[in-house]
């Protein structure tokens, strides 16, 4: 069974980075749709940043806009996400999962309970 597997998260200071993979465990293409969703106990997941493969068009919430970058490598199958100039009100469990859409626009409508397939999660906190 083809499952996503997270890694990358930790601590670190406010205006620090850190880069978040997530690796498919087989060959197989996951969905061409891949997104970052995070969550914080209490609120609910929220999507952070997308991308449609087929065209490498991405796509990211306003909070992180100009400080989250999403990519991809096909192949060694895996899902970057580069998070710089972090704020204390990014920490929270972020999960990568995946989707088949048929369009871009199908890709920004994308949320968590649609995906194909999802990670365990890894932790970020962000200490001010």
């Known amino acids: 069974q083809v499952q996503l597997v997270e890694s990358g998260g930790g601590s670190v200071q406010a205006g620090g980075s850190l880069r978040l993979s997530c690796v498919a465990s087989?060959?197989?293409?996951?969905?061409?749709?891949m997104a970052w969703f995070r969550q914080v106990p209490g609120k609910e997941r929220e999507g952070v940043a997308r991308?449609?493969?087929?065209?490498?068009?991405?796509n990211y919430a306003d909070s992180v806009k100009g400080r989250f970058s999403i990519s991809h490598d096909f192949a060694s199958h895996t899902l970057y996400l580069q998070m710089n100039s972090l704020k204390p009100e990014d920490t929270a469990m972020y999960y990568c999962?995946?989707?088949?859409?048929?369009?871009?626009?199908?890709?920004?409508?994308?949320?968590?309970?649609?995906?194909?397939?999802r990670g365990q999660g890894t932790q970020v906190t962000v200490s001010s």
């Open positions: 999962a995946s989707v088949w859409v048929t369009s871009y626009a199908n890709c920004l409508r994308f949320r968590w309970p649609d995906a194909r397939l």
């Open positions: 087989t060959s197989t293409l996951s969905g061409d749709c």
């Open positions: 991308i449609y493969t087929s065209t490498d068009s991405t």
